[in-house]
């Protein structure tokens, strides 16, 4: 986990819970006008004006998010953090707070704390949000990281889940499928690694797709592009789960139906070789695999022009009449219903 | 853990995630004018208008935090709540919206988390906060609850812990110790119960004490007495792990010293006549104890004759200049070094 495993280690126990909270905390600045007060008190205090205030939380498990054998911590740290400001960025919003909550085995030395920070602090600094409260606790087992993302949005900006209306487009940020592709390489080399230790992976031609898993970045930059383009969302959701489950989420959300079609879904060239090389559909991969955080959101037809070429942006499908249902338009025109497969962790695998 | 235990239990996979969050989340409704969107879109929106936005988290770790052993459920939601809240209100602030993530393993049947969540329900009720939003996964182990609390308050009514001036009078609401002696009560009591199953403990003389521990209640009220009183503290902090840490807190943050009068500290009979029975000093565990959720604050010694005689308010002693340190005076009026001896969670026992 760390650079260099012969250093000397500090045992949390030395520094105590407030020692602690300052000592990762400390590289931390306050950035944004909003944040009135930030870590050392009983609470933060944000000023956000006339502006609504925008609230996410998440919870990451060891052993259920993330496996500490191939995902180092200074990108766990990182991707913490994105997966919470994805979901604010997925309201339209801006990010501007975030606090974080850990707790961690004794088994974790200082210096292991140290690097899970660092990647936090280089997820605030480059999506300037402040970090403004937590809670640094122990726990018997594993590592636990609980974040809270709060961002502020004009009124008439925030989208929701819900305003989808039927003949919207339907359009995907990016590519899909990428971040689950990423997992299969890693979970193949930590199989091939546990056989023969000296095995030296080469994961250069995975890079992307593996970028993708242990390096996930939100989407901060469609907030602008959308005021470039003067485009107002009539709804929107991240792909924390799969293109699937999301759409499912607007459907019932905006009470309307689905095409979408299969020949339309984004994927990045890595994707379809490590899909052929793994034996898995690529459609399924983006349909149900989670993890790219990317933006799904809903169109009135007659911002296509706005839109049209964007490399950013794909048109994957159409909103429908409720009653007519969610489905995948496959290559070969058969209509397939949509089913949330995302990822169920209470499944007793 | 539940009151019939030959009922019928309910499987967390045959609802999935998302089922589970609508499930356990639809007796909640909005009262707040301040939220606009609470559970169900990537994140919730908040409107405080010109009011400024507070914001408190906390980590609750099943084995370190608490123990299911003799911690009914329900109990449980209620008082990880308060835990929150206290936070919000040591800010002179009024609380309005939680957020609750929840991390489960599969041991925990749907109706255990259904008493978890009635618990957090009847605490959101009395204390007329939202649920606006969360995540509920799954763990390898135990039970992790992280709650968010979010308050709102006037700029001019906000108090931090670094307000504090020398000559100061220092404040505590209620009475301390209790939840540590209830505490120690219960695990009396495990330990008897280990031995013999058949034992019935007699928990009637011990109720004010195994009640601060089950189910505190966080101190709403004071908000409104400083109001009725017009009295502003001068700095203020829930007392969560004990008065001494929250003194050298209150100290640290506003550059002051302290003076505590150890013939001061509130302590209830019960509290006093348990520390007898366990022959544990009761300075000791009012100073160290934890877990109270009462209030300590400083005020401006003019401010004295609006607090004299109120019951609900106790001066334990005032403040001095910040090379003076912060001592208690003991009963033979000798100067003791106060230290945080809060409990360290860290600590290896």
């Given at each position: 986990m760390l650079e260099n495993k012969n250093q000397e280690k500090t045992d949390l126990e030395s520094l105590g819970e407030f020692g602690l909270i300052d000592h990762l905390t400390q590289q931390f600045t306050i950035e944004q006008k909003s944040t009135i007060k930030g870590i050392g008190d009983d609470a933060a205090v944000l000023d956000f004006k006339d502006n609504k205030t925008i609230i996410s939380t998440d919870l990451l498990i060891e052993g259920v998010h993330f496996d500490l054998s191939y995902m180092p911590l200074k990108h766990l740290g990182y991707k913490a953090v994105m997966v919470n400001l994805s979901d604010i960025y997925a309201m339209n919003a801006k990010a501007t707070q975030i606090t974080v909550s850990l707790a961690v085995s004794?088994?974790?030395?200082?210096e292991a704390l140290e690097e899970l920070y660092a990647g936090i602090a280089m997820a605030a600094k480059i999506y300037n949000v402040d970090l403004v409260g937590g809670d640094t606790t122990s726990s018997q087992t594993g590592l636990i990281i609980s974040i809270t993302a709060i961002g502020e949005a004009k009124d008439k900006d925030i989208v929701y889940r819900s305003g989808a209306k039927e003949n919207d487009l339907l359009v995907v940020t990016g590519d899909l499928g990428g971040a689950y592709m990423g997992l299969q390489v890693l979970e193949r080399e930590k199989a091939v690694y546990q056989v023969n230790p000296n095995n030296q992976p080469d994961l250069e031609p995975y890079s992307y797709i593996v970028e993708r898993q242990l390096k996930p970045e939100a989407r901060r930059d469609v907030f602008d592009l959308f005021q470039k383009l003067e485009v107002h969302p009539t709804s929107m959701i991240d792909i924390s789960d799969g293109l699937s489950s999301e759409i499912l989420h607007l459907c019932k959300n905006s009470k309307v139906g689905c095409n979408l079609y299969e020949d339309k879904i984004p994927l990045d060239p890595t994707v379809i070789s490590a899909c052929e090389e793994f034996g898995i559909d690529s459609t399924l991969v983006a349909l149900?695999?989670?993890?790219?955080?990317e933006l799904l959101f809903t169109l009135d037809q007659k911002e296509f022009p706005k839109i049209k070429?964007?490399?950013?942006?794909?048109?994957v499908g159409h909103m429908t009449a409720e009653n007519e249902g969610a489905h995948l338009v496959s290559r070969n025109n058969s209509k397939i219903p949509l089913t949330a497969q995302g990822w169920n962790s209470f499944a007793k695998t």
């Open positions: 004794n088994r974790f030395p200082l149900s695999g989670g993890e790219d955080y070429g964007n490399p950013n942006l794909t048109v």
